[in-house]
């Protein structure tokens, strides 16, 4: 069964930094994607940030990164210059190979002075 589980959550003040992380297992996935999503209360669940097997990647604007992690099958989200409005539970997405979308449990961001 597949599992993504998230960390690096958290509360930050305006303009601070968060690295979000998400390692899927088994390590034997082959995935064809891996993402970001977020939903705020009250929101949609919107795309932040999605990154190919390929290493095509697209962020949803300049504040954040997403990269490979050292460890496989673990993509990380770095998040600058944080904004009360990026306050949400972040969710790690994976497409996997003739299995179908999984989603993680979530991690909650709150940017808050």
């Known amino acids: 069964q597949v599992q993504l589980v998230e960390s690096g959550g958290g509360t930050v003040q305006p303009g601070g930094s968060l690295n979000l992380s998400c390692t899927a297992s088994?390590?034997?996935?082959?995935?064809?994607?891996m993402a970001w999503f977020r939903q705020a209360p009250g929101e949609q669940r919107e795309l932040v940030a999605r990154?190919?097997?390929?290493n095509n990647t697209w962020d949803m604007d300049k504040r954040t990164t997403i990269s490979r992690g050292a460890a496989k099958n673990t993509v990380n989200l770095e998040m600058n210059n944080l904004k009360p409005e990026d306050t949400a539970v972040y969710y790690c997405?994976?497409?996997?190979?003739?299995?179908?979308?999984?989603w993680g449990q979530g991690t909650q961001v709150t940017v808050s002075s």
């Open positions: 990154i190919t097997n390929i």
């Open positions: 088994p390590d034997t996935l082959s995935w064809t994607s």
């Open positions: 997405n994976a497409v996997v190979w003739r299995m179908g979308e999984f």
